[in-house]
């Protein structure tokens, strides 16, 4: 499986952006599908989860509300919608694969990876 992720940038506060993974490969295996951010200093934390349906997702506290992670299977792509923009969004954010199912968060159950994209909000 390989994780190509795109759409980083800079946004304002309050903006919007939105990160696009495209999945190729044995996609059959990415079960679960996740982002993760990491600020420069600081852990790499999940942010978003779903499972392959889409009826189950995971958002962390500090995007809930702002954030909305999507995926289509037929285009083998998920979506990060990343509205009301805060400066501390700011990170380069992962997409992961996890040939696992269910609402997970943890970095080691993920088997693949993309290359990351950043991603600056400005104040």
């Known amino acids: 499986v390989q994780l190509q992720a795109s759409g980083g940038g800079i946004g304002q506060t309050g903006g919007s952006l939105r990160l696009f993974c495209a999945v190729s490969g044995r996609t059959e295996s990415a079960v679960a599908m996740a982002w993760f951010r990491q600020a420069p200093g600081k852990e790499r934390d999940c942010v978003a989860v779903?499972?392959?349906?889409?009826?189950?997702?995971y958002y962390s506290d500090s995007v809930k509300g702002r954030f909305t992670i999507s995926r289509d299977n037929v285009k083998n792509t998920v979506y990060l919608q990343m509205n009301s923009l805060k400066p501390e969004d700011t990170a380069v954010y992962y997409c992961?694969?996890?040939?696992?199912?269910?609402?997970?968060?943890?970095?080691?159950?993920?088997?693949?990876w993309g290359q990351g994209t950043q991603v600056t909000v400005s104040s």
């Open positions: 992961a694969a996890s040939r696992l199912g269910g609402r997970l968060t943890a970095e080691k159950l993920y088997d693949y």
């Open positions: 779903i499972t392959r349906s889409g009826t189950i997702t």
